[in-house]
């Protein structure tokens, strides 16, 4: 059974950063898109970056420039620097992975992680 869990979340100051990690574990054949989405409190999931399978990236605009999402496709797993961090960007970050569970099958699942809670707060 393919799992996708996230760490390395935490309390940070403003104008800090982390490094969030994202990894697929059990049996599959491919992990295509890797995304982290960020659900602020009392508000819905948002898309906050992307990196497609070929390396591919594509940001949220508040987070240009700030962000930079990186995969390890060896290690099955996907990154989110975070730098300047602002209160905003408090909130659970959760990471979607697009995986394939069979070769023999063109199936491509979506699968999602529990989250990782960023807090930035002075």
């Known amino acids: 059974q393919v799992q996708v869990m996230e760490s390395g979340g935490g309390l940070v100051q403003p104008g800090g950063s982390l490094r969030l990690s994202c990894v697929a574990s059990?049996?599959?054949?491919?992990?295509?898109?890797m995304s982290w989405y960020h659900r602020a409190p009392g508000k819905q999931r948002e898309l906050v970056a992307t990196i497609q399978g070929g390396g591919r990236v594509n940001y949220e605009e508040t987070v240009k420039g700030r962000f930079s999402v990186t995969r390890d496709n060896a290690k099955h797993t996907v990154y989110l620097e975070m730098n300047g961090l602002k209160p905003e960007d408090t909130g659970v970050y959760h990471c979607?992975?697009?995986?394939?569970?069979?070769?023999?099958?063109?199936?491509?699942?979506?699968?999602w992680g529990r989250g990782t809670q960023v807090t930035v707060s002075s």
């Open positions: 059990g049996s599959f054949a491919d992990i295509y898109d």
């Open positions: 979607n992975m697009q995986i394939k569970p069979r070769e023999s099958s063109s199936y491509v699942g979506s699968y």
